[in-house]
T-cell receptor, first 115, second 114 residues
């Protein structure tokens, strides 16, 4: 069966420090991968998605970047964190096919606090 | 661009009350529709989905939702809520011409009082 792993679960980082959040999927190949940020009262905002290795689409201008160095690995990064980057970050995957008939499967999330 | 509106941000009900959470989307083409639930301290989980056929779909734990295409709506219902239904509920839309993306609403926090 497919599983998704996301780490770390919580992270406290100072302003200006770098960031690397990792997400990996097991039990499937060529998944579509997504990074979302969840903010209270604002739902889930799609940040990046990837349909293949090295293919990244950015949905919103921001201080963050994403990379997909391997088929089932998706990384969210920043060179210098801002206070506004604090939030709850969720990774998700869906099967590689047109249309999201079955929805996404979400990871457990990372609570990032920038201080 | 597609958008999803959930008009009720906070709902408080007593056990056994009926529930209806509103969801409207803005997109004129073919859509797949979803409701997700996030129980306190847990992952987002798929509650139910619609992609074709009967517009009244049934999900887990007694929830159902009705797709009304003319109203661009996909409201979530449950005839009798339980304390364990306390959670945050998210509506989401996949527009078929943006086939890789789910767009989420802002969520509705439901508190069920015993």
């Amino acid at each position: 069966s497919q599983t998704i792993h996301q780490w770390p679960a919580t992270l406290v980082q100072p302003v200006g420090s770098p960031l690397s959040l990792e997400c990996t999927v097991e039990g499937t190949s060529n998944p579509n991968l997504y990074w979302y940020r969840q903010a209270a009262g604002r739902g889930l905002q799609l940040l990046f998605y990837s349909v293949g290795i090295g293919q990244i689409s950015s949905e919103v201008p921001q201080n963050l970047s994403a990379s997909r160095p391997q088929d089932r690995q998706f990384i969210l990064s920043s060179k210098k964190l801002l206070l506004s980057d604090s939030g709850f970050y969720l990774c998700a995957w869906s099967p590689d096919r047109a249309g999201i008939v079955d929805g996404y499967t979400f990871g457990s999330g990372t609570r990032l606090t920038v201080v | 661009a597609q958008s999803v509106s959930q008009h009720n941000h906070h709902v408080i009900l007593s056990e056994a009350a009926s529930l209806e959470l509103g969801c409207n989307y803005s997109y004129g083409g073919t859509v797949n529709l979803f409701w997700y639930v996030q129980y306190p301290g847990q992952h987002l989980q798929l509650l139910l989905k619609y992609f074709s056929g009967d517009p009244l779909v049934k999900g887990i734990k007694g929830f159902e939702a009705e797709f009304i295409k003319s109203k661009f709506s996909f409201n979530l219902r449950k005839p009798s809520v339980q304390w364990s239904d306390t959670a945050e509920y998210f509506c989401a839309v996949n527009a078929m011409d943006s086939s890789y993306k789910l767009i989420f609403g802002s969520g509705t926090r439901l508190l069920v009082r015993p």
